[in-house]
């Protein structure tokens, strides 16, 4: 029978543990109950406990300082932390302390009863095994947070291994990505993910201090730490990283890669920038060349800046809203002969570039309502980082704009119909009153010289053509239907002057009313 004893600063929760606590068919006895963390430990003192439930938050000694000095009393004592904080850093500073168990409020029963069985049945090596894991997860939270830019490093790199399961040393901190190009997405990516990190780690194990590898889709990403005087011999092994990496993905796999490294930095607060700077080097293969070893320090990366001059951009704007592939193709193979030899001197330029080509053309197809999701525009940016060459990626981006420029146009279209639509049903409705081309352009919403000039441009015709064939065509039905005077047909379709409506008679259907009745009826 193991004795347990059961501790929070609420007595309600007491109670409601002792409740859940299946008595029945665990081989347990309660020893003690208590309210805070001094009385927790008077009461261990005294009874020696197996199990202790404790709050981590309590008054006196709070749960972590209560497990210190139990340990010390038992060093075998087993512990369930129970907690409302679901924080990574709870978890991982009360299983460093010896925790077993690690339990959100509101209390599970199912949970509580089996990590109480757990316990019964625990060796060391499980927690040990537990230990470990936790510590592989707080070194992956880093990892990616360091990808992500979001990392924060403290002021002691002896803290920063404390805190986050790693083993560096003062010296050099850089970071490494390996991108896969997923042509085909049937690819065993996963397959190949780890034939990459098993590599890095195999090449760099015994050379850094310390490293981490991290898989985004089709990135592997590693974090390494080096003395200083090692520098040159890590280039080598880098290199020979990329020869490896070629045998054993490009050519069982069938996938092209790159591999991206970064600067080599002084300070692990640039671990970020480091992770930044080798996705950057990837994207520069189809200036660089794929299938091999892209060095921050060989291509001379620096901070990228606009290499669209006004004219550039005014040019390309205007290249947009005409409407028109073919302006806008010859447009962007201007600007990248133009623009070619800057971006061979400065291949990490490209994504700067790249982003802002993109970024005006959204911002003149949103003024046709067209959007861009950020799924499409990571698809089509992952393609132009992937093109054999500067040409492909020409190639790639022409024909995706001239398909957004299609969609571009046939919504403006439709946006300039849809007025153009109402006018006529309305014209449809009224032609046999006397409506006036200012009526219609109210009913649209537009200025009559706005809306004149819009119709005209849209339908070949003016918006009085339109009237007057619907007015005649209605006095054509009538004059074959009924036996209705010439005056009361013309007046049914709008007209109140026998002269006029004889004229735009004649001029429409090429003869006289009275004649037109006499061939149809």
């Not at 190949?192 to 490293?211: E, W, Y």
């Not at 001197?345 to 490209?350: A, E, L, S, T, V």
């Not at 819009?454 to 339109?466: A, H, M, P, R, V």
């Not at 039905?477 to 007046?491: E, F, H, P, V």
């Amino acid at each position: 029978m193991k004795k347990i004893l059961i501790t929070d600063d609420e007595p309600r929760i007491v109670r409601l543990i002792k409740g859940m606590i299946d008595w029945d068919s665990l081989p347990l006895e309660l020893v003690g109950e208590a309210n805070d963390g001094v009385e927790a430990l008077r009461i261990m003192e005294r009874v020696q406990p197996d199990i202790l439930i404790a709050d981590i938050q309590m008054p006196g000694l709070d749960g972590l300082q209560l497990i210190s000095k139990a340990m010390i009393l038992n060093p075998n004592l087993a512990v369930i932390i129970i907690s409302g904080y679901k924080e990574f850093d709870y978890a991982y500073a009360a299983l460093k302390s010896g925790v077993y168990d690690y339990l959100i409020k509101p209390i599970n029963q199912v949970e509580l009863n089996n990590s109480l069985r757990r316990i019964l049945n625990l060796q060391q090596a499980d927690r040990n095994t537990l230990l470990a894991e936790l510590q592989q997860n707080r070194r992956q939270q880093m990892m990616g947070n360091c990808i992500h830019g979001i990392a924060e490093f403290p002021d002691s790199l002896d803290r920063f291994n404390t805190e986050n399961s790693f083993h560096f040393q003062e010296g050099i901190f850089a970071a490494l990505t390996v991108s896969l190009c997923p042509c085909d997405k049937s690819l065993p990516l996963d397959a190949a993910n780890q034939k990459v990190q098993d590599s890095i780690i195999s090449t760099l194990n015994g050379q850094c201090s310390d490293l981490e590898c991290y898989v985004v889709q089709s990135d592997c990403w590693c974090i390494f730490n080096f003395l200083p005087e090692r520098s040159h011999t890590i280039y080598g092994v880098l290199k020979e990283l990329g020869n490896i990496l070629h045998s054993k993905i490009t050519e069982e796999f069938a996938l092209p890669l790159v591999v991206g490294v970064s600067k080599f930095h002084t300070q692990l607060a640039m671990l970020s920038a480091c992770c930044a700077e080798s996705l950057l080097c990837c994207k520069t293969s189809c200036i660089v060349g794929r299938n091999q070893v892209i060095f921050a320090d060989e291509i001379g990366l620096d901070t990228p800046y606009s290499i669209l001059t006004n004219q550039h951009v005014n040019a390309f704007r205007s290249a947009i809203v005409h409407f028109d592939s073919a302006v806008l193709s010859q447009t962007i193979a201007e600007l990248f002969a133009t623009l070619q030899p800057v971006l061979t001197r400065q291949p990490w330029q490209i994504e700067h570039f790249l982003k802002e080509l993109v970024d005006i053309f959204q911002q003149e197809i949103l003024k046709g309502n067209i959007k861009i999701s950020p799924d499409e525009e990571a698809s089509i940016v992952e393609q132009l980082y992937w093109a054999k060459d500067l040409q492909e990626v020409f190639i790639l981006l022409t024909d995706w704009f001239a398909q957004k420029i299609q969609s571009y146009h046939d919504t403006i279209t439709d946006h300039y119909r849809e007025p153009i639509r109402i006018a006529r049903k309305y014209i449809e409705a009224h032609f046999a009153e006397q409506i006036s081309l200012e009526d219609i352009c109210t009913k649209v919403g537009f200025s009559y010289h706005y809306f004149s000039a819009l119709y005209k441009q849209e339908t070949g015709e003016n918006i009085s053509d339109y009237i007057t064939k619907v007015r005649i065509q209605h006095a054509k039905m009538l004059l074959t239907t009924t036996k209705d005077s010439i005056q009361k047909i013309a007046n049914q379709s709008g007209y109140v002057d026998m002269k006029h409506f004889n004229k735009s008679f004649r001029k429409q259907v090429g003869i006289r009313p009275t004649e037109y009745r006499m061939l149809h009826t």
